[in-house]
């Protein structure tokens, strides 16, 4: 079966830092991009950016350069997605999908990031 | 780069038809033939039901298509169901090579 699985909830405190993870299983993981969507509290979808695992070439949504970054470890089949410096605004539902440029046919079971001093 | 144009809600009865509108530009929509639609019920995670404009994943039901019309796409939902109440989201390519979401639509299945 084909699954992305996503690491568990997450509570910080502003100015903290935070990695969250994606990682494949039942499919070549080098193969698909990965993108993450951002979903605030009672709000849309928002496309963030994709990652090819194959070489890690990164494309980014305008509206979250240089405030993420994406990276991914081809040899355990995980993505990841990390931060800095949290700000109270990132907090959030966090979610990646199989695909990029294309249609995003598997998505996580999502992380919830909560941001709180 | 804005986010593409959807209705805030639908509504239609067991057994009708409706029709979500999906509005972009020539950099997005009307420009390539990447428009994927997706569904999502409440605390769940998207599932995608159109892709390249209007086929439909292995699985999703054939009362779900999808067209495009120059910078606007459609989800058509015929048959409509209560199990289909859920909110749905279009996504287009864009001249940057990213992706874009619309705002979504509530669907409600009166």
């Known amino acids: 079966e084909v699954q992305l699985v996503q690491s568990g909830a997450e509570v910080k405190k502003p100015g903290e830092s935070l990695r969250i993870s994606c990682k494949g299983s039942g499919y070549s993981f080098t193969s698909h991009w990965i993108s993450w969507v951002r979903q605030m509290p009672g709000k849309g979808l928002e496309w963030m950016g994709r990652?090819?695992?194959?070489?890690?070439?990164?494309n980014y949504s305008p509206s979250f350069q240089g405030h993420v970054t994406m990276s991914a470890d081809k040899s355990i089949s995980t993505a990841y997605l990390q931060w800095s410096s949290l700000k109270a605004s990132d907090t959030a539902m966090y979610y990646c999908a199989r695909g990029g440029g294309d249609s995003m046919d598997v998505w996580g079971q999502g992380t919830t990031v909560t941001v709180s001093s | 780069q804005s986010a593409l144009t959807q209705p805030a809600s639908v509504s239609g009865s067991p057994g009708q038809s409706i029709t979500i509108s999906c509005t972009g530009t020539s950099s997005d929509v009307g420009g390539y033939n990447y428009v994927s639609w997706y569904q999502q019920h409440p605390g769940k995670a998207p599932k995608l039901m159109i892709y390249?404009?209007?086929n439909r994943p292995s699985g999703v039901s054939n009362r779900f298509s999808g067209s495009k019309s120059g910078n606007t796409a459609s989800l058509t939902i015929s048959g409509l169901q209560a199990e289909d109440e859920a909110d749905y989201y279009c996504s287009s390519y864009t001249t940057s090579s990213t992706r874009v979401f619309g705002g979504g639509t509530k669907l409600t299945v009166l």
């Open positions: 990652i090819d695992p194959s070489d890690s070439y990164t």
């Open positions: 390249d404009v209007s």
